[in-house]
């Protein structure tokens, strides 16, 4: 036998058995890392591979429910249900930390999240998120997780106006939650914007005339307000939209950099479950529930 030949035949094993042992370690890792770092209960359990994700403490019917970190499994939210059946369809354990969301992109800059849900796009967010594309560069807004709206929520009685284009008797600042994209889309439009960390302090500033308005997402606003008697006597949202956006799951850089082929597959596998009669019949489910 021609000993080159041989050699190079062992030299081909073992270096398939160091990518393996490798791929096992770098599971084993992400997995250890995951526990470490507060991640609760995976939506899949025993799965091949383990993904960490971040989402917000704050409730929005009906995609995410409930407030601060606890996740109730039994009615977790519709992404999460999305999110659990593209877990078993690609043998992916996605596990879950609730955090507010400037330390959710904190922990996906840092390495210790893998991604973070619900992200609109920005061109400030290119550097540090991947989101799916199409072959020609473009957003893949059918890989999208779902839209929704940004609302303008007032003091009843307001003069303050929104035709859709323009403002009319805005005499104060907006407020908005930090690092949302709704806080660049505002100031892109001249609008003075105060940010805070919650939305429950902008509507108690609000009601307070601090601010002249406040802008949050329509099912996040609504939530809050329904929740507190004082907010739902007081305040009411202005239509139309102030913006309405497709929302992504998006990977951090370095993890989709590590990682191509997977982030597409989750790409794709959240498009496919999306159009599918499972999670029809968990919307169905969740809209005849009343949230």
């Keep these: 036998?021609?000993?080159?030949?041989?050699?190079?035949?062992?030299?081909?094993?073992?270096?398939?058995?160091?990518?393996?042992?490798?791929?096992?370690?770098?599971?084993?890792?992400?997995?250890?890392?995951?526990?470490e770092a507060g991640f609760g209960q995976g939506s899949n359990p025993g799965a091949?591979?383990?993904?960490?994700?971040?989402?917000?403490?704050?409730?929005?019917?009906?995609?995410?429910l409930g407030a601060g970190t606890r996740i109730d499994w039994a009615r977790p939210g519709l992404t999460l249900e999305l999110l659990r059946l593209v877990?078993?369809?690609?043998?992916?354990?996605?596990?879950?930390?609730?955090?507010?969301?400037k330390r959710g992109l904190f922990l996906?800059?840092?390495?210790?999240?893998?991604?973070?849900?619900?992200?609109?796009?920005?061109?400030?967010?290119?550097?540090?998120?991947?989101?799916?594309?199409?072959?020609?560069?473009?957003?893949?807004?059918?890989?999208?997780?779902?839209?929704?709206?940004?609302?303008?929520?007032?003091?009843?009685?307001?003069?303050?106006?929104?035709?859709?284009?323009a403002f009319e008797n805005l005499d104060g600042p907006v407020g908005a939650i930090s690092s949302y994209s709704v806080v660049q889309d505002l100031r892109r439009m001249g609008v003075p914007v105060e940010e805070e960390?919650?939305?429950?302090?902008?509507?108690r500033k609000l009601l307070e005339g601090r601010i002249a308005a406040s802008a949050e997402l329509e099912g996040m606003g609504d939530a809050a307000i329904a929740a507190h008697p004082a907010f739902a006597g007081a305040i009411e949202k202005l239509q139309p939209p102030l913006r309405s956006k497709p929302y992504y799951l998006t990977f951090g850089?370095?993890?989709r950099d590590a990682e191509p082929e997977l982030a597409e597959r989750v790409w794709d596998a959240i498009a496919a479950e999306k159009a599918g009669p499972a999670f029809a019949a968990l919307a169905e489910s969740y809209e005849s529930d009343g949230e």
């Design 87 to 101: 877990g078993a369809r690609l043998d992916i354990d996605f596990q879950f930390q609730r955090v507010p969301w």
């Design 253 to 255: 850089r370095a993890f």
């Design 1 to 35: 036998m021609d000993i080159a030949a041989v050699s190079r035949a062992w030299l081909a094993a073992l270096l398939l058995c160091g990518l393996l042992a490798l791929t096992a370690w770098g599971v084993g890792v992400r997995q250890a890392g995951a526990a």
């Design 48 to 64: 091949a591979t383990t993904l960490r994700l971040v989402y917000e403490v704050t409730a929005n019917p009906p995609r995410h």
């Design 197 to 203: 960390r919650s939305l429950t302090i902008n509507l």
């Design 108 to 165: 996906v800059e840092q390495g210790l999240a893998d991604g973070i849900f619900h992200t609109s796009h920005l061109p400030e967010r290119e550097a540090l998120l991947a989101y799916p594309r199409r072959a020609d560069g473009t957003l893949d807004e059918s890989r999208a997780i779902f839209v929704q709206s940004y609302l303008l929520y007032v003091r009843k009685g307001s003069p303050l106006r929104w035709d859709g284009t």
